[in-house]
Each structure stands twice: as C-alpha cells, then as structure tokens.
C-alpha cells in the first residue's frame, strides 16, 4: 500500500519532466521556423536534450579536442592517456558545477540546446507569461549567432568577457525585442525584466544601442562585427553601470560619456 502511494506520486512527476522535453522539442520547432522565415538564416536542426547530458557531452568534447591535439602533435601515448584519466574527473567537477547552477534554465553547447526539467526550474518557467517561449528563443538566437557566423565562447580558452557579454546579450535582447512579436501572449519588456547576470544586462544594452543607432538589421551582423561596433558605438551611462570591471577591461574602445 505505502508503496503504491509512493508509485502514485512519483509517476506524474517523470511524466511532466517528459512532457516538459517534449513541449521544449515542439517550440523550439515552431520558432526555428519563425525565427528563420523573420532573419532569412537557416539554423539548421539543433538537438532538444535533458540538461542531465551536458556535463557528459561537454566532457567528451573536451576529450575530443584533447585527443585531436595530441593526434597533431604526434604525442601519442601521453596525451591520450591523461585525457582518458581526466575524463571522469572534468565530469564530475561537471556535475558538481552544474549542481550549483540548478537555477539555469537552458544550455546551448553547439549542436544541442539543453533543457533544464528540474521541478525547481519547470514551476518558475510553466508560471510565467511566454516563459518557455522565451527561454526556447533564446537558446535559438545562440543558435542564430553561431549560423551568422559568431564565434561562441569556446570549450578549451579561456572565457572572453566581452565576447560572453555581446553573446548573452544578442540572445536577451532577441528574445526580449526582436522576436517578442513571435509570442502567443503580448507582453511588453523592460530594463528591469532582465535576467539578473551582468552579462545579460550589460550586453542587451549595447545591443540596445545598436540597433538604436543603425536600426534592427545590424543585429544580423553583430556576431561577425561586434568588436567594430563596440568600439565605434558611444556607451552611455546604464552600460557603464551594468558593465562589470571585467567587461570593461575586455573593452578596446574608448569610453565616451554623455550629459
Ligand atoms: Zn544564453
């Protein structure tokens, strides 16, 4: 009896974890479609997969790129066997990051967007208006800026602010405004509204100012000429304050202030 109860409650559960896969699987989809037919750019047929198999395929990537370059090298026998002792270890300070990061809603590691379908992440996401929608378009406009030729932050450097800043931001500020006409529910955004990391706040402002000064179509550039632009587009107060330090020193241009 006490088991079957617990059977009982557990069932609906998984069931809306899959439910949850399968409606992320159906959106993405619908706004490939739309997102394509909107910017004219084919983005081909990226994966809907569990975050659960992040940490895994990011491992192995990392294992490949290892292998591949001891390959190159003609360095045979080391290389290969300490990426095959690393393996488990990259994996599971993987999964420990990932147990920290529980809040993340979405993952793009080129060709798979992964979907988060803990209970804590599905509640908060189902609740709020075009919620899945959103992060759905949003791990699509990563997609977006890799098929316009962006490069994103790679696996084996280091991590460039600035570049992690102009790629967050692309992906807000496109599925806050660009394609905020795509959703089933009219909404309108804010400043506010976004989500709280620097990198979001500070890049959807400079993509903000953009396309304030070259209209919306320099969005499709942005990935390939983010650098130019960034240096020769003014940066106005909120971006300074948005910005972290970090950010800032990645910053090649000058900064300008204005009253
Ligand atoms: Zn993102």
């Given at each position: 009896?006490?088991?079957?109860?617990?059977?009982?409650?557990?069932?609906?559960?998984?069931?809306?974890?899959?439910?949850?896969?399968?409606?992320?699987?159906?959106?993405?989809?619908?706004?490939?479609?739309?997102?394509?037919?909107?910017?004219?750019?084919?983005?081909?047929?990226?994966?809907?997969?569990?975050?659960n198999w992040h940490a895994f395929d990011f491992a192995k990537e990392i294992l490949e790129i290892e292998l591949?370059?001891?390959?190159?090298?003609?360095?045979?026998?080391?290389?290969?066997?300490?990426?095959?002792?690393?393996?488990?270890?990259?994996?599971?300070?993987?999964?420990?990051?990932?147990?920290?990061?529980?809040?993340?809603?979405?993952?793009?590691?080129?060709?798979?967007?992964?979907?988060?379908?803990?209970?804590?992440?599905?509640?908060?996401?189902?609740?709020?208006?075009?919620?899945?929608?959103?992060?759905?378009?949003?791990?699509?406009?990563?997609?977006?800026?890799?098929?316009?030729?962006?490069?994103?932050?790679?696996?084996?450097?280091?991590?460039?602010?600035?570049?992690?800043?102009?790629?967050?931001?692309?992906?807000?500020?496109?599925?806050?405004?660009?394609?905020?006409?795509?959703?089933?529910?009219?909404?309108?955004?804010?400043?506010?509204?976004?989500?709280?990391?620097?990198?979001?706040?500070?890049?959807?402002?400079?993509?903000m100012r953009f396309t304030e000064e070259y209209g919306e179509d320099i969005l499709l550039k942005v990935p390939t000429?983010?650098?130019?632009?960034?240096?020769?587009?003014?940066?106005?107060?909120?971006?300074?304050?948005?910005?972290?330090?970090?950010?800032?020193?990645?910053?090649?241009?000058?900064?300008?202030?204005?009253?």
């Amino acid at each position: 009896m006490n088991k079957d109860c617990k059977n009982n409650i557990k069932m609906p559960e998984l069931l809306t974890r899959k439910q949850f896969l399968k409606e992320s699987r159906e959106k993405a989809e619908h706004y490939k479609h739309k997102i394509e037919k909107k910017t004219g750019v084919d983005l081909g047929e990226p994966g809907i997969k569990n975050l659960n198999w992040h940490a895994f395929d990011f491992a192995k990537e990392i294992l490949e790129i290892e292998l591949l370059g001891a390959y190159e090298k003609k360095d045979f026998l080391i290389n290969p066997f300490l990426s095959f002792a690393a393996f488990p270890l990259t994996l599971s300070i993987l999964e420990i990051k990932h147990f920290f990061q529980k809040n993340t809603r979405a993952i793009y590691l080129s060709p798979n967007i992964y979907i988060n379908t803990r209970k804590k992440v599905r509640e908060p996401v189902l609740s709020e208006k075009n919620g899945l929608d959103k992060t759905m378009v949003h791990e699509l406009s990563h997609v977006l800026w890799e098929k316009l030729g962006g490069e994103l932050n790679g696996i084996s450097e280091k991590g460039n602010e600035r570049l992690s800043m102009m790629v967050e931001g692309f992906a807000t500020y496109s599925a806050k405004f660009w394609f905020s006409d795509l959703y089933p529910i009219k909404q309108k955004h804010y400043l506010t509204d976004y989500w709280g990391l620097p990198d979001y706040q500070a890049g959807a402002l400079r993509m903000m100012r953009f396309t304030e000064e070259y209209g919306e179509d320099i969005l499709l550039k942005v990935p390939t000429q983010w650098r130019e632009l960034d240096e020769k587009t003014m940066m106005l107060e909120p971006e300074l304050l948005f910005s972290s330090e970090k950010q800032l020193k990645a910053f090649k241009g000058h900064i300008d202030y204005e009253e």
